[in-house]
């Protein structure tokens, strides 16, 4: 086993086990809090409820164009959705290019010491859990913003998240799903060219590697001091599924009817990397209005 794959499964391992002890600081966390410790975490373990939200980023609702030049305009876009947990830990983030497009003189020398590794997610650390959203369900993410389940969660400060999908997929859409744990439908142009498709994806298609789970780890959570009421927005990016997507090779469509990507074809492998990319899933808290307090 290298290096990389122990960091990786070791990070996966204490994530797993940070979200388990979370049931446990929620039940101490109002004596803790009822201590009068000092500092600037004198706060920090007390019990939450948090509403959460989903929603679609506005660039995904309206036609946007892919990493290979293809316009897509979603008419569907339907998501099974397990859990959400919160973490302290610092997100995982791939390393930006510099402004003038190549590495800098100090990212080159990172590369060398350390080649790969540092971009590999087995960096990503989740540190402490914040909180859990845990009643699975299904949305369409073309229909704006859908309330989702209340999370339990903790005071503390939160940076980065897991988002699980939903397999098999529960809630309103399970049936539509048929099994599926995303289901996307809509146009791909590109020139002359025109495709009617339809991207599906089952939880084996997005399982984590370490974990074994469809999940994908360190999502950005936008840094916040959770420490009273609000509500967690997760912000799914369609357009993110598919940027990677070349559409060219999709059959065209006789009746205007969607056409399947095939499976294990460049476009559905190109779908498949896109739904486990950290980027295509963001969260943020906003606190309650002094009125919703009341």
């Known amino acids: ?16 086990a940070a979200s388990g002890r979370l049931a446990a600081a929620l039940a101490a966390g109002a004596l803790a809090a009822g201590c009068g410790a000092a500092g600037d975490d004198a706060t920090s373990g007390k019990r939450l409820t948090l509403a959460t939200q989903i929603a679609p980023d506005a660039a995904s609702a309206a036609p946007f164009t892919n990493a290979l030049g293809w316009t897509i305009t979603l008419s569907k876009a339907h998501l099974a959705i397990g859990s959400l947990h919160y973490f302290e830990g610092a997100p995982f983030t791939a390393r930006r290019p510099s402004p003038g497009g190549g590495p800098t003189l100090l990212e080159r020398l990172a590369r060398w010491a350390v080649p790969e590794a540092h971009a590999h997610p087995g960096h990503y650390q989740a540190g402490e859990a914040r909180g859990q959203m845990t009643q699975p369900t299904s949305v369409d993410l073309l229909q704006g913003t859908t309330a989702l389940a209340d999370a339990d969660a903790v005071s503390g400060v939160a940076r980065s998240a897991r988002f699980t999908f939903g397999a098999p997929p529960s809630g309103p859409l399970a049936a539509a799903l048929d099994g599926h744990v995303v289901a996307v439908e809509g146009r791909a142009e590109k020139g002359e060219l025109a495709r009617v498709f339809r991207a599906r994806a089952l939880a084996a298609d997005v399982l984590d590697d370490a974990t074994g789970e469809p999940s994908v780890d360190g999502c950005v959570f ?14 799914v990016k369609p357009a993110v599924w598919l940027d990677q997507v070349d559409f060219e090779a999709v059959a065209a469509s006789d009746d205007g009817a969607p056409v399947d990507l095939e499976p294990e074809s460049p476009a559905q492998r190109g779908f498949t990397r896109g739904l486990k990319k950290g980027t295509a899933y963001a969260l943020s808290f906003a606190p309650a209005s002094p009125e919703e307090k009341e």
């Open 1 to 16: 086993m290298t290096s990389t794959t122990a960091q990786t499964r070791s990070g996966r391992r204490a994530a797993l």
């Open 222 to 235: 936008e840094e916040v001091f959770l420490d009273g009421p609000g509500a967690v927005t997760l912000v």
